[in-house]
T-cell receptor
Framework: AQKITQTQPGMFVQEKEAVTLDCTYD???????LFWYKQPSSGEMIFLIY??????QNATEGRYSLNFQKARKSANLVISASQLGDSAMYFC?????????????FGAGTRLFVKA | EADIYQTPRYLVIGTGKKITLECSQT?????MYWYQQDPGMELHLIHY???????EKGDLSSESTVSRIRTEHFPLTLESARPSHTSQYLC???????????????FGEGSWLTVV
């Protein structure tokens, strides 16, 4: 069965510094996708970054990068140069099965606080 | 950018009332989902749909029902609301296909339901 674990309920980071949010996953399917979403206090879910299981390089999107370590089954999100607007909940998610896959499951989330 | 809309955004109703949460997407996505999320907690999949006339229950048991008569529309109904149904309900959709476009799910802004 697929599973997503985020072990950090809350994280603090100083503005302009980098922060790493941890995510480990468990699956027996060789084909899967990993995602990070941001959820501000307003409640909407904002897609940040995607990593496919067969992608050779780590995904990057602006200040976001995904540190994908396949053998360790980890997919940590790195936010560089933190901004006050980065304060939010961050969810790691996984979908198995490639194009046949359907269900995306989410971790418990990490609340990030950016300090001025 | 995703175009997926939920109404109402906020609703307070009395116990025993019937309610329908509306969800529409204009992207022609085949797959649609409903997630339930208590504040600050993880998302739980309660319903999903592969396409028109297809609906399935998710991982979290829910007393709600859904229908998919049109591709763009995926309403969720509670026949008799109870205080335990108080939560945020997030509608989402995704396209058919591989990689980022096929795997990423896009969320609406959520419907906050309070049953008193």
């Amino acid at each position: 069965a697929q599973k997503i674990t985020q072990t950090q309920p809350g994280m603090f980071v100083q503005e302009k510094e980098a922060v790493t949010l941890d995510c480990t996953y468990d699956t027996s399917d060789p084909s899967y996708g990993l995602f990070w979403y941001k959820q501000p206090s307003s409640g909407e879910m904002i897609f940040l970054i995607y990593q496919g299981s067969y992608d050779q390089q780590n995904a990057t999107e602006g200040r976001y990068s995904l540190n994908f370590q396949k053998a360790r089954k980890s997919a940590n999100l790195v936010i560089s140069a933190s901004q006050l607007g980065d304060s939010a909940m961050y969810f790691c998610a996984m979908r198995e099965g490639g194009t046949g896959g359907f269900k995306t499951i989410f971790g418990a989330g990490t609340r990030l606080f950016v300090k001025a | 950018e995703a175009d997926i809309y939920q109404t109402p955004r906020y609703l307070v109703i009395g116990t025993g009332k019937k309610i329908t949460l509306e969800c529409s997407q204009t992207m022609g996505h085949d797959k649609m989902y409903w997630y339930q999320q208590d504040p600050g907690m993880e998302l739980h999949l309660i319903h999903y749909s592969y396409g028109v006339n297809s609906t399935e229950k998710g991982d979290l048991s829910s007393e709600s029902t859904v229908s998919r008569i049109r591709t763009e529309h995926f309403p969720l109904t509670l026949e008799s609301a109870r205080p335990s149904h108080t939560s945020q309900y997030l509608c989402a959709s995704s396209a058919q296909g591989s990689g980022l476009s096929g795997n990423t799910i896009y969320f609406g802004e959520g419907s906050w339901l309070t049953v008193v």
